[in-house]
């Protein structure tokens, strides 16, 4: 790609003069973007303090209400698609492609207050300070929220942004069934965000995403911005295991065919293979669902969800073979059926070096220390990264917490992410 039109790759524009003065010496306004951070966490919620906005709930359409009335507020044109992706379009001096930056607004069940929405409200403020210091850049900006990040209501995560970049079809999309029974297209229709725009809307020039790391690096080492360069590769799968349900007093041990025991296996076996193959290697049993989930009732059916990641694409591979080939020995051993149905499946991703530079540069220009790292995370910028030069922006999270009430970053963290947010997306847009 080239990025100012001389064919090369990205490039630093080390020096490139904004093309507008008025670009020069913007700074963003903290107390706003904290401000709005907190109106979007107070949507959903919860009595332990917890965001809760599962996609395509109420909620979520509280939340995305709120922030489409944000951009119509900055005078961004709003544009919906038909998987319900929001954009809000800033004009540029010249009709170019854009540069796009944003996240996603939709949570897990108890989440934080910044997972994705730093992203959206980042840019946001970015617009913002623009429209205060009366600037353009040449390039449209458009701030994105992608639909359904997090996954945790309709597989796979990352699913709006996916669609968007091609990677899955718009009825396959739609048809989508979630964790509650629920046709995704039709709680599309029923919150009101099916759009009329077709997938793919905009091919940007650039896309760069500020996020919270949601992991220990940066809080451990005192880094204050990571420059994201790669995203590890994830498999989701859903485990269903079908024993028999017998009493729990009278059925001997060696007549069983219990499920529950089956559920418990597996979460015991993704611990050694994540603990066998080290490194980067992590499993997540999640989520475990027992039939009839009684006391005195040995479990007929088990349903488990299965989260395997590694940054390296072999060695996911190999945890996953290790684990086919665990099940298919326990349903022997058990005398049980065990199923699985695949939910997620993306490989590693590298995001744009010269995109990373540029973060690079604007946080030593800030005096902001800073380090290149890879995302443990997924995140809709490894979609966009399928159409366009991407990178990612990190802040760091006190402690590591994450997709937990607990998650934080202090203050001064988020403002200068957003900073740095702001200089790199006026460097690619200029
Ligand atoms: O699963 C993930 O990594 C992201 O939070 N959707
Ligand atoms: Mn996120
Ligand atoms: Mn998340």
Redesign the pocket.
Known sequence: MSCCGHGHAGHDHAGSAPADPALAGLAIRPDRLLDRLEQLAAIGRTDEGACCRLALTDEDRAGRDLVVSWMRELGLEVRVDRIGNIFGVRRGSEDLAPVMSGS?IDT?RTGGRF??NLGVLGALEVVETLNDAGARTRRPLVVAVFTN????RFAP??LGSLAYVGGLPLQQALDTVGIDGKRLGDELERIGYAGDAGLGLYRPHAFVELHIE?GPVLDLEGVRIGAVESLQG?S?QEVSITGQSNHAGTTPMRLRHDAGYCAAAIGTKLREIARELGGDQVCTMGMVRLHPNLINVIAARATVTV?I?NTDEARLQEAERRFADFLEALAHAEGVKIETRRL?RFEPVRFDDGIARVVERHAASMGLSCRRMT?????DAQMLARICPTAMIFVPSIGGI??NPAEDTRPEDLAAGAEVLLRTLVELAS
């Open positions: 996603h897990v997972d994705g990040e997090e996954g945790a995560d990352m949601q994830i989701w989260d990641r997620a995302s443990g995370a997924g995140h994450s997709h």
